[in-house]
């Protein structure tokens, strides 16, 4: 497209260097894959997937939940919030309030019942951008709740992971949610009702430890990141240069970590289609 140029479209006449580069701001982004520059609207058409090499970039959890639903939701425990049960600082619970005002969710999950394709489900959707998705109280108790709403209702449960694990300024308290939730779903195991676990772009720690991967279906999105400790942990402990994509949802599904890995477009028909065979 080097014929379309500015001068000749004349598009920003009349405007300052300011004023240009405001209204291209935001337009246009740069996929960290592949590094083309990508049109903003694009990205957005094709499931924040780069059109050019499918890189999938990371997606905030409400958008999630609006990907897999039908149509519309009920969201449960929006009023539960974190303190801070160690009575450590001020700072602490500053973060809580800059990423409660950043994301507009009460902590790092949101939960929600609805339909997909037709079949009742509960959701959680965890989300990176508040403390990186990790996981203390709030977290562990409103998936405990959601496991418990599927046992209720014999309604399949997904839980989409996202999380960099453990919240470590909850220290034991956080740790505890490993247990708590693993056995919440032992009990939903039991009452035979469908679990799909869903591990995006990063999936670590004691989450990685825990729930993410104690679906009846493990599914992993390209390219995502997963496992317990980082790469640059393992190799500096173990002294080894680590395989070509090591971690990666490609590798674990190698090397029988997953079940399946699917893409984004994909993933709301291979999770219907899964359903039908877990439940019809």
């Given at each position: 497209?080097?014929?379309?140029?500015?001068?000749?479209?004349?598009?920003?006449?009349?405007?300052?260097?300011?004023?240009?580069?405001?209204?291209?701001?935001?337009?246009?982004?740069?996929?960290?894959?592949?590094?083309?520059?990508?049109?903003?609207?694009?990205?957005?058409?094709?499931?924040?997937?780069?059109?050019?090499?499918?890189?999938?970039?990371?997606?905030?959890?409400?958008?999630?939940?609006?990907?897999?639903?039908?149509?519309?939701?009920?969201?449960?425990?929006?009023?539960?919030?974190?303190?801070?049960?160690?009575?450590?600082?001020?700072?602490?619970?500053?973060?809580?309030?800059?990423?409660?005002?950043?994301?507009?969710?009460?902590?790092?999950?949101?939960?929600?019942?609805?339909?997909?394709?037709?079949?009742?489900?509960?959701?959680?959707?965890?989300?990176?951008?508040?403390?990186?998705?990790?996981m203390g109280a709030v977290v562990g108790e409103k998936i405990t709740r959601a496991v418990e709403r599927s046992v209720d209702s014999r309604s399949p449960l997904i839980i989409i992971s996202a999380s960099g694990g453990a919240r470590m300024q909850e220290g034991t308290i956080s740790l505890m949610q490993l247990a708590k939730i693993s056995a919440a779903l032992m009990r939903l195991d039991e009452a035979r009702v469908p679990y799909i676990s869903v591990l995006t772009d990063p999936t670590s720690g004691g989450v990685t430890a825990s729930f993410a991967m104690l679906g009846d279906l493990n599914i992993g999105e390209p390219g995502a990141l997963i496992g317990f400790a980082g790469p640059r942990v393992i190799e500096q402990t173990i002294r080894q240069k680590l395989p070509e994509g090591f971690q990666r949802s490609e590798f674990l599904l190698e090397h029988g970590f997953l079940d399946a890995v699917v893409k984004r477009s994909d993933m709301k028909a291979y999770i219907a289609r899964s359903l039908r065979f877990f439940c019809d």
């Open positions: 497209m080097a014929w379309f140029t500015r001068e000749k479209t004349g598009m920003d006449e009349g405007l300052g260097e300011g004023e240009k580069r405001l209204r291209t701001e935001g337009l246009w982004l740069k996929c960290e894959s592949c590094g083309q520059i990508i049109w903003k609207k694009a990205l957005d058409e094709n499931l924040q997937c780069c059109p050019k090499c499918e890189f999938h970039f990371r997606v905030d959890a409400r958008t999630r939940l609006g990907m897999l639903f039908d149509d519309g939701f009920e969201e449960f425990d929006t009023g539960m919030t974190s303190c801070d049960p160690l009575r450590l600082d001020e700072a602490y619970r500053a973060k809580l309030a800059t990423a409660k005002e950043a994301t507009q969710a009460s902590d790092a999950v949101l939960s929600a019942s609805g339909s997909l394709d037709g079949r009742r489900v509960n959701i959680c959707a965890m989300e990176w951008k508040f403390m990186g998705g990790s």
